[in-house]
């Protein structure tokens, strides 16, 4: 609806001056910009769009809108469109209205957009819907978010650990965004180090001087407080309307997170970003520092500098983009990064094998990326082995085995047979166990299959030997709109079926029934108790499987969530490793659940959030391909 208000100020003004309204919409995607533009009295309209699907989609509703004689559809990119008699724009336009942004803001090209479109297809005192756009950093501590960037040191008792060099610890990682719903990561997690700093303000209207497609700037801040300064918290701002009241909340769309405004609104298109710094620096409270900001033409970076180095340094020469150097970076993704770092994890995989490595032990990791190999060869094993079928993990292995002064211990290899696995000779198989094909938490079960091939001394010990699938019936606040049809929109004024349609009929034939989604950026409540679908012991060669059951349920369920855990079975105790809810006690009915910040968990959409009293599922397991098909109804 601001979208519409602007549209309506631009068109509004246009008739009161006496000239036409000529609108220009950039990646029409359904035409829903473009028929708000009819709907509002706009003389001429053209919309265009690259991807040639979209375009035959936006022709329909248009179409079924009875819009399709006021708009002129063009199936190409703005940076093709030609002004002319007989050509694509018969005049320049006098309204451009587009949304060519991302969670990056500049990502999708805004900046080359906007640029080509004021110099090539717009008049001189055009209107812009929106108008300009305002970058915002916030400098934070967060020890969660430093994880997901940094290696940290590896401890296995108060007086031994393993440590990294600088080239990993201060590797400055990728220069990829890092989107994520801040709104979910509460305050008490992280310090915020300064106040919150416009950075960059992007005025779209700008003819007379070009917006920069590379920029710089330094802002000066004083530290809130005491902390390392690891990562930066970014979200943007858009002015819809030159023509209303620049603070008026009516005409701005905000990113921001929930914890820094009330008037923040729940998206998954366009969420916050997390900008790693390379080399975090140590801040100290009331103390001044700049913040460096830089960006190309369609994305951001930073760096975090002192004062007095700030002054000595020329803010015009550009540091490169952040780009991982030490492999790591590029061999992991962030959430794996997350998990070779969790100090929960580790003191759990160190309490189980310790009692099992002496300086005679040879034993086997079946994972990838893990760091239960640098384990294992500090608590003294004589030779690990571990196999890592991707090229980049491999070479990852390799290097932190000699960084850490275990060359002669991890032997990395890069695949395995029956024949090589006997000459090993291996005490145990420990795995976490994770691999990078997987998408949904049990495509890890290949950790099964793989011992199961290759098993040839039957009294070799598994660890984990158990895995068990558990699900709850939930209520998600947000997430279940990602899977929601559009139907009509502002009012009923527009029907969008048609685009609801295409969707419907691609998700039939691409999509399983069931979404890996990381479920602590998308909360929930809970309608049941966990329940256990399935179970599996993994020293045993796998068998077709069919498990059902029924679950009570309160209240209107939208949703399951899915999750594995993984038992590793000790003379003592069972240790559990749960890719699931972050809890210690049993799960309750209304509880909003916190979720494992480092994995994805399997989400099942029920057809529509009915009351229902019970659930009932059935599960099938087909030992030839691992395949797993679930069916969950509602009673």
Not at 146 to 171: G, K, Q, Y
Not at 360 to 378: K, Q, R
Not at 532 to 546: F, G, N, R, V
Not at 570 to 589: A, C, H, K, R, Y
Request: hydrophobic share 40%; with cysteine; net charge negative.
């Amino acid at each position: 609806m601001k979208y519409y208000k602007g549209l309506e100020l631009a068109i509004e003004e246009l008739h009161r001056r006496g000239e036409k309204a000529i609108v220009l919409d950039i990646g029409t995607g359904t035409g829903l910009l473009s028929m708000m533009a009819a709907k509002l009295g706009a003389d001429v309209i053209y919309a265009c769009e690259a991807f040639d699907p979209m375009a035959k989609c936006a022709a329909k509703v248009i179409s079924h809108n009875g819009y399709k004689d006021m708009i002129k559809l063009i199936p190409k990119r703005s940076t093709d469109l030609e002004v002319g008699d007989g050509k694509d724009l018969a005049t320049r336009a006098n309204v451009l209205v587009t949304e060519v942004f991302d969670t990056e803001l500049i990502g999708e090209g805004a900046i080359r957009t906007y640029q080509h479109a004021n110099e090539h297809l717009l008049t001189e005192d055009s209107f812009m819907i929106p108008t300009k756009a305002v970058y915002y950093a916030l400098i934070v501590n967060c020890p969660i978010v430093a994880s997901w960037n940094l290696m940290n040191p590896i401890h296995l008792s108060n007086d031994v650990s393993i440590r990294f060099p600088n080239a990993v610890t201060e590797c400055p990682g990728v220069a990829s965004v890092h989107d994520v719903q801040l709104s979910e990561l509460k305050e008490d997690q992280f310090t915020q180090l300064s106040e919150l700093l416009p950075v960059f303000t992007f005025d779209w209207t700008e003819k007379s001087q070009k917006i920069l497609k590379f920029d710089s700037i330094s802002l000066p801040f004083v530290s809130k407080a005491n902390g390392s300064a690891t990562a930066i918290f970014t979200w943007w701002d858009l002015q819809i309307s030159s023509l209303d009241d620049s603070n008026n909340p009516s005409n701005i769309i905000t990113m921001k997170p929930c914890w820094a405004g009330q008037d923040s609104v729940w998206r998954d298109h366009w969420m916050q970003a997390i900008y790693h710094i390379p080399k975090p620096l140590q801040l100290e409270k009331l103390v001044s520092y700049n913040l460096q900001a830089f960006h190309d033409e369609y994305s951001f970076w930073y760096q975090i500098v002192s004062a007095a180095e700030d002054l000595e340094r020329n803010i015009q020469r550009y540091p490169a983009p952040p780009v991982c150097e030490c492999g790591v970076h590029v061999a992991l993704s962030r959430s794996r990064l997350g998990l070779f770092n969790d100090p929960e994890r580790r003191k759990k995989y160190i309490k189980l094998l310790t009692p099992l490595v002496t300086h005679e032990t040879s034993c086997l990791v079946l994972s990838e990326g893990s760091s239960l190999p640098l384990i294992l060869a500090g608590l003294g094993a004589r030779k690990v082995f571990v196999c890592e079928s991707n090229g980049l993990s491999l070479r990852m292995m390799e290097n932190l085995a000699e960084y850490a002064g275990f060359k002669n211990t991890i032997v990395v290899l890069d695949n395995l047979d029956c024949e090589t696995v006997r000459r090993l000779q291996l005490d145990f198989v420990v795995g976490d166990p994770i691999f990078h094909d997987a998408v949904l938490p049990w495509h890890n079960l290949c950790y099964w299959y793989t011992f199961q091939k290759m098993l040839t001394t039957p009294d070799v010990k598994l660890l984990p030997s158990k895995a068990v699938i558990k699900g709850i019936v939930v209520q998600y606040k947000d997430l279940w709109k990602i899977r929601s049809s559009v139907g009509t929109v502002c009012n009923g004024d527009f029907s969008i079926v048609d685009f609801d349609q295409i969707i419907h009929n691609s998700s039939e034939i691409s999509d399983t029934n069931i979404d890996a989604q990381p479920l602590w950026e998308y909360p929930s409540t809970t309608c049941s108790t966990s329940f256990t679908l399935l179970k599996i012991d993994m020293t045993e060669p796998a068998e077709d499987q069919c498990t059902s059951g029924s679950v009570p349920v309160t209240g209107n369920p939208n949703g399951v969530s899915l999750w594995m855990e993984w038992i590793h079975t000790t003379e003592n105790e069972d240790i559990v490793m749960s890719t699931g809810p972050i809890t210690t006690s049993q799960i309750s009915i209304g509880e909003r659940l916190e979720w494992d910040k480092n994995s994805k968990q399997g989400v099942y959409f029920f057809p529509n959030s009915n009351p229902a009293s019970s659930v009932s599922f059935q599960l099938k397991f087909t030992k030839f391909d691992g395949n797993i098909q679930f069916l969950f109804n509602k009673i």
